[in-house]
């Protein structure tokens, strides 16, 4: 079982940056990847960024490219988004999520699920 943790959600202004932590407990001994999915009120929940434990495979949507930078300190059990040129369409709840594998851009590909953190972009 890995437990998820996610840290440094908030409120920012459109144009600002945050950062995103979530830390990962438990299976740390595995190879799993790890990504950021985000649901906004009334929308469904979707792929933003996943990473490969050695870095080597790193997907983006879209959405985020060139704005949003995933990054991770296998030796913390920990996976970054960096996000910057934040717009009011990036609010939503930010889950970290873990898994064997390389990681996919599909919700149902992920085994574990950290309990979300807020990140509200003011206009």
């Known amino acids: 079982q890995v437990q998820l943790v996610e840290s440094g959600g908030g409120l920012v202004q459109a144009g600002g940056s945050l950062r995103l932590s979530c830390a990962a407990s438990g299976r740390t001994g595995s190879k799993d990847a790890m990504g950021w999915f985000r649901q906004a009120p009334g929308k469904e929940r979707e792929f933003v960024a996943a990473i490969s434990w050695g870095g080597g495979i790193i997907r983006y949507a879209d959405s985020v490219k060139g704005r949003f930078t995933i990054s991770r300190d296998n030796t913390k059990n920990t996976v970054y988004l960096q996000m910057s040129g934040l717009k009011p369409e990036d609010t939503a709840v930010y889950y970290c999520?873990?898994?064997?594998?390389?990681?996919?851009?599909?919700?149902?590909?992920?085994?574990?699920w950290g309990q979300g953190t807020q990140v509200t972009v003011s206009s």
């Open positions: 999520v873990s898994s064997p594998g390389i990681g996919t851009t599909v919700a149902r590909g992920w085994s574990y």
